[in-house]
């Protein structure tokens, strides 16, 4: 049954395992192959070309293991392969950006909005066009924050050194009166906790995920493509370098045990 098939999800390394474990929380049923490319990690500083090379080869690996959907759960890659993707992908495909997008509308009041993300994402101006399109009143203000990703990979999520580096990369954006701050970043909603306490309560953090999974919700809904599972925990976890350590961090952060994270070589799949 096509309905029964697993999604396919994935992101330049761990941080994607913020939107999994959404995706467990609102589709228990859903059973998960995820792909992280811990050898290649960062995507947010490099090229839209070789972002789109990395992307092409890791839904090629996902589509060999006949997944019946792909969420993109990078903010990099959904911000400048998209388009690429959709051309040779045959299975919905579905983005982190364009939700994030809508969620930061929807929840700001004073029509200044703030974008946390990785340079590539910043330069793309990819949030400010989708939030822009929805409502072209509403000011969006991008802040690229390129040491999150490692202090998140090194586990310093409440460390004095991120509570430093988070004052240095927002304290430009408070200057602009923004009450909604988009994490748009997979990595970013483990430094929620920090970021919070340095905007206190008057900014709301968005998390893409949470929009992410509904939209995923739906369409699999209009397709007929829900599982009839109430709940797996059979999910399967690929990376392409350090899978013990990957495993460690995903039994730290999700609501299941994984027992095990396979390496694959993701570059075979030209
Ligand atoms: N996963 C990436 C993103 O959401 C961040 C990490 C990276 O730079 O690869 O943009």
Not at 127 to 140: A, E, M, R
Not at 189 to 217: F, H, S
Request: charged share 20%.
């Amino acid at each position: 049954m096509a309905s029964n098939l697993p999604i396919g999800v994935f992101d330049s390394g761990i941080g994607g395992l913020t939107v999994v474990k959404e995706i467990m929380s609102q589709l228990p049923g859903e059973r998960i192959i995820y792909f992280g490319d811990t050898a290649r990690v960062p995507y947010g500083s490099k090229s839209k070309e070789t972002v789109t090379a990395y992307s092409r080869q890791i839904t090629r690996f996902l589509l060999g293991k006949e997944v019946k959907a792909i969420v993109v759960a990078c903010n990099t890659v959904s911000a400048v392969a998209m388009d690429a993707l959709l051309e040779e992908v045959p299975v919905p495909l579905i983005g982190v950006v364009k939700p994030g997008a809508r969620a930061a509308v929807e929840t700001s009041r004073s029509g200044s909005i703030g974008v946390i993300a990785t340079e590539t994402t910043i330069r793309s101006h990819v949030y400010n066009s989708f939030i822009n399109g929805i409502d072209p009143k509403l000011q969006v203000y991008g802040k690229a924050c390129p040491l999150f990703v490692p202090l998140v990979e090194e586990g310093w999520l409440n460390h004095h050194v991120t509570e430093e580096v988070v004052e240095h990369y927002l304290k430009e954006l408070l200057e602009h009166d923004i009450d909604t701050l988009v994490l748009g970043c997979t990595h970013y909603p483990l430094l929620r906790d920090v970021i919070q306490a340095y905007v206190k309560e008057g900014i709301t953090l968005v998390n893409p995920a949470y929009e992410t999974t509904k939209k995923l919700k739906q369409c699999l809904a209009d397709k007929d493509l829900l599982s009839s599972y109430k709940q797996v925990t059979d999910h399967t976890f690929y990376v392409s370098d350090g899978a013990e350590k990957f495993r460690s961090f995903a039994n730290s952060i999700l609501p299941c045990e994984i027992i095990e994270t396979k390496d694959v070589n993701v570059k075979t799949f030209e």
